[in-house]
């Protein structure tokens, strides 16, 4: 305790409030670690260590000048305005994130697309929900993380590119850290809102409500959001069949604030879709349910060198079953179920030393997936087929992540980060062990592997300019389908997918640069992304085995391509015309190929968007045109063929009535005016996306 | 550290509880004798019964791993040394012949057990039957032993019957597995061939190639079976059968000689769906 004793009595008092909390971490961490692994609690120390260093030297004064960051954030908005941004309020979460130059989307149908980052799908990004990992049930990557929230929960995403991006957990391409909302103790009292919506197009029903209410001490929000569509219609009025879906959303975030600097908070959400449609495959979805829960406990000490130092604790579950009993012609009745528990916790702590801002997170989950395939035989007196597609594959992964921000002067800062993790893999069942050891007579139960990441910004800043600068390493653990897949049948290449235990870990090399310029009126952001990826991770076809799947082209093995190399670049433009029209525009360019000069899949081809925005007090209006160019760069070694290129516009109109501080917000618009007949590059299996589709969303809240 | 030292003390006095239980209530030597193993039937003359035994307690088409004993009439004893041979015998309308067996030999490990296998090419029916023959000596006086025995079809194909390319009659087998799991099962079979209507001695350097398929998804296969050849030491046919699911599995069947010519059987092919000899294993 000699670290306080030169200090002022309150220091010392709060110090010993510190420590006190400190203990009551470690207990709850205590139970925590006792369900998995002992070893843990060396890293645990070494957390303290980095609390207690973080704590040390506390005359300093904070700097003014915060370091840059560049990552790019999705504002999806409070509750109570959401919907003053947006065109389309009540969009779903799928929507919003597509408006990112960074990420585009893989559509299997209207339904939980499955978002890309830098062109990399689930498998090369991560994906947190306030800094949870939550996982997929679905061995068809049918329920992506982003499907179990609702937009109405959320405040913003946060986009990462690369390794910046690596604070949560291992990744390739980068990562999405999608915020909730929650109340802050400015606005107390009672809120309410409703949000009820329609669209014509796949007579898309919305409802929703919120309901917050905060007092100085202590806050509770809760929101509800209901969906139900119909088969949508592709352009020219062409029914896409098997493309409805029904779902709610609950969620429930309180908290409460003692001593005026700490934060207990708990969280849950439930989330349930029903008779979900996947027109671009095989089998639909009976029921995708999550709930996702959460206690947090945020600590904020008012002048120490530490900013915030907040731990949660959470668990997760999910149930996925995919149901193809309302297709004809199958050629094959098969239940598949999938569940995805996940338990973890992590403690993050920000500070501030002389010119370093500094992060250190220290993370950890257990992950437990399973996936099972029943097919019923067309002779009711055969035994059922029964396979584990995810043989119980257990995770436990630990890191530690830390980050300095070093402001160099007022125009330049200077960002390291580094993370090192150990990430174990166990196939806990013996059936599914068996199973795969058909393919590798030799493999072992279990397989740990260390991961380490690490990465350089450099950002400067001057006369309205801003350059950007990074080189970053990361590396990536197979996923559990393909470490572990067993006759994962992929419709876009009609394959059957077998993992593969003994892949090494893929490793990327990455280089960014941005280039960014605004003034009052007009705003340029050109940013651009190099991977060199080694060890790429990519199903390979073996002639000798047959497939399972009726139908199937064939069987491919995770194999991992000597490297691949992938760059994108965006160009983003806003110009403020006058008090009334801003004009804003993008441009995407991706280009990615494998060590042969080959294609890589899911690589998109140049796009645009351009919106003209008029806005007149409460009144506002929008034209946006958004395309793409046409798919030269495909890859028919992996399923794809040309897309076509395409352009659609869109309007949308709002305007806001203020009575007694009641608000009544009305959204209308067309999209896709012309019903043009479009897919592109992302749609799985060259499925057409929405035709002309009317919408409106109201919002009332008081 | 009390509070640990009694939970020791606990744990002794539950372990020694336990223990003493188990040694009152062990069983005599003879149902260890039949440990895993149920009769099937008796074979009885004027001085002995003999127990026929398997692992279902019955007999059927295909291959049996038969245990046996000799219970003395008058004294109830079981015997120990015994000198055993079987003959088994298919009495059809119209002729009668045998079927491929083993010698039979003393069950290690056991006091009055002995077993070999037999290997029943067909079913019984209304009219035709088998039986079994038990030769039998004991302190250098012959024995026999002789009665019907009820061997039904195998609900699965066990067995094969045909002439090769080269005239010959064969008899092949499936032994293993007897319980099939969904993983690389190991797989034993049995090459006889019919040398006259009695004798059916294992044939030897031959190989069987095998390609398990699912008739009712799509014919498919399943990968890193190995194929048959036969071991030194039982002279039966060893070899790897993957099993990637459960339910019925069709195990595509071609007999090759030492030559690696094709005596019968065919390579599954979009076209040829099956081969002309197959077994059958659904679990």
Not at chain 1, 319 to 326: I, N, V
Not at chain 1, 450 to 466: A, D, M, P, Q, R
Not at chain 1, 531 to 543: E, L, M, R, T
Request: proline share 3%; hydrophobic share 35%.
């Amino acid at each position: 305790m000699s670290l306080w004793q030169n200090k002022n009595n309150t220091i010392t008092n709060r110090g010993k409030n510190f420590f006190l909390n400190q203990k009551d971490q470690k207990s709850t961490f205590g139970l925590f670690i006792n369900l998995f692994n002992m070893k843990k609690i060396i890293l645990l120390m070494v957390l303290q260590c980095l609390a207690t260093v973080s704590i040390y030297a506390q005359e300093q004064t904070k700097d003014t000048i915060t370091p840059k960051d560049l990552n790019e954030v999705i504002v999806i908005g409070k509750k109570a305005e959401l919907s003053q941004k947006q065109s389309k309020p009540l969009a779903t979460i799928d929507e919003y994130l597509q408006q990112s130059g960074k990420i585009e989307m893989i559509k299997r149908g209207s339904y939980a697309w499955e978002p890309m980052i830098n062109n990399m799908a689930t498998e090369r990004t991560l994906i947190t929900i306030d800094g949870m990992r939550i996982f997929g049930a679905c061995t068809d990557k049918m329920d992506p993380i982003t499907s179990y929230i609702e937009v109405s929960n959320l405040a913003e995403a946060t986009i990462k590119s690369g390794q910046q991006g690596a604070c949560h957990g291992a990744t390739i391409g980068g990562a999405i850290d999608l915020k909730r909302n929650r109340s802050n103790f400015a606005d107390l009292g009672w809120k309410a809102s409703v949000n009820t919506g329609y669209e014509t197009n796949n007579n898309q029903k919305i409802l929703g409500t919120a309901i917050n209410y905060v007092n100085k001490s202590f806050y509770i929000d809760t929101d509800f959001m209901y969906r139900d569509a119909d088969n949508y219609k592709a352009g020219n009025n062409q029914e896409v069949l098997f493309s409805q879906y029904r779902k709610f959303n609950i969620s429930t975030t309180s908290g409460f604030l003692f001593n005026k600097n700490k934060l207990i908070e708990g969280s849950i959400i439930y989330d349930k879709a029903t008779d979900v449609g996947y027109p671009a495959l095989p089998m639909d979805v009976s029921l995708a349910e999550a709930l996702i829960t959460s206690l947090k406990f945020e600590y904020a000490p008012k002048s120490a060198r530490i900013d915030k130092w907040e731990t949660k604790l959470y668990y997760n579950t999910i149930t996925h079953r995919m149901d193809d009993t309302k297709r004809p012609a199958v050629p094959i009745h098969m239940d598949m179920p999938g569940w995805s528990d996940t338990y973890g916790f992590y403690s993050k702590a920000k500070g501030v030393l002389d010119k370093h801002h500094f992060t250190a997170d220290l993370n950890s989950f257990y992950n437990r997936s399973i996936a099972e395939m029943t097919m019923y035989p067309t002779d009711p007196n055969e035994n059922l087929m029964f396979m584990f597609t995810w043989p119980d594959v257990r995770t436990f992964y630990g890191s530690l992540f830390l980050e300095d921000n070093i402001v160099l002067n007022t125009n330049s800062s200077l960002k390291f980060s580094g993370s090192l993790a150990n990430h174990f893999n166990k196939v806990a069942d013996q059936l599914g062990l068996e199973s795969l050891q058909i393919f590798y007579p030799t493999m072992k139960d279990s397989k740990s592997r260390i991961l380490k990441s690490i990465s350089s910004n450099y950002s400067y800043t001057k006369n309205g300019f801003v350059y950007g600068f990074g080189l970053a390493y990361g590396e990536r653990a197979p996923s559990v389908s393909e470490g572990y897949g067993f006759y994962l049948f992929n419709s876009f290449d009609r394959y059957d997918y077998i993992g593969n235990p003994g892949l090494k870990n893929e490793s990327s090399i990455e280089g960014n640069a941005s280039l960014g310029y605004a003034n009052k009126k007009f705003s340029a952001k050109l940013t651009s992304s190099y991977f060199h990826i080694s060890n790429y991770i990519i199903g390979k076809p073996d002639a000798t085995l047959i497939p399972m799947t009726i139908g199937g082209s064939g069987v491919k093995i995770y194999t991992a391509l000597e490297y691949a190399t992938i760059f994108n670049t965006d160009l983003n433009l806003e110009y403020q015309i006058n008090d009334r029209f801003k004009a804003k525009g993008q441009l995407v360019y991706n280009y990615g190929k494998d060590f042969e000069d080959k294609n890589l899949p899911f690589i998109s081809p140049l796009r645009y968007s351009a919106t003209l925005n008029y806005k007149k007090n409460q009144f506002s209006s929008e034209i946006m045109v958004q395309g793409n160019a046409t798919q030269t760069q495909y890859s028919p070694f992996y399923g794809e063929d040309r897309t076509p290129d395409y352009a659609i516009l869109n309007i949308a109109t709002s305007y806001l009535f203020v009575v007694d501080g009641s608000k009544l917000n009305v959204k209308a618009g067309i999209e896709n005016i012309l019903d043009t007949y479009y897919s592109t590059f992302s749609d799985w299996n060259s499925i057409p996306r929405k035709g002309r589709n009317f919408f409106l969303n109201v919002t009332f809240s008081y | 550290m009390k509070f640990q030292l009694k939970n020791i003390a606990l744990l002794l006095i539950t372990a020694i509880t336990f223990s003493s239980c188990t040694n009152d209530n062990e069983t005599p030597f003879v149902a260890n004798e039949l440990q895993g193993i149920t009769k099937i039937q008796e074979i009885t003359n004027d001085t002995h019964i003999v127990e026929l035994y398997s692992a279902t307690g019955s007999l059927q088409q295909g291959y049996n791993a038969i245990s046996l004993r000799i219970k003395n009439k008058i004294t109830n004893a079981y015997d120990k040394n015994a000198t055993i041979t079987w003959a088994p015998l298919m009495q059809m309308t119209t002729k009668s012949h045998a079927c491929p067996y083993s010698a039979v030999a003393k069950t290690v490990g056991k006091e009055t057990l002995y077993n070999g296998y037999i290997v029943f090419q067909m079913a019984e029916n209304t009219m035709e039957h088998w039986s079994l023959t038990v030769n039998y000596t004991i302190n250098g006086v012959a024995f026999t032993a002789n009665k019907q025995i009820s061997v039904p079809a195998s609900a699965k194909q066990r067995v094969t019957t045909f002439t090769g390319t080269d005239g010959t009659k064969y008899i092949v087998a499936l032994i293993d597995p007897v319980t099939p799991k969904v993983a690389t099962n190991d797989m034993t079979v049995g090459v006889f061939k019919m040398e006259t209507m009695l004798l059916f001695p294992v044939v030897d350097g031959f190989k069987v190639k095998i390609d398990p398929r699912m008739p009712s998804m799509s014919n498919h296969g399943s990968p890193n079976n190995i194929d048959l050849t036969q071991s030194i030491a039982d002279k039966l046919y060893h070899g790897k059968l993957s099993l990637t699911m459960t339910g019925y599995w069709k195990i595509n069947l071609q007999l090759l000689n030492a030559n690696n010519e094709v005596l019968k059987g065919e390579a599954i092919t979009d076209l040829v769906p099956a081969s002309s000899i197959y077994f059958e294993v659904e679990f």
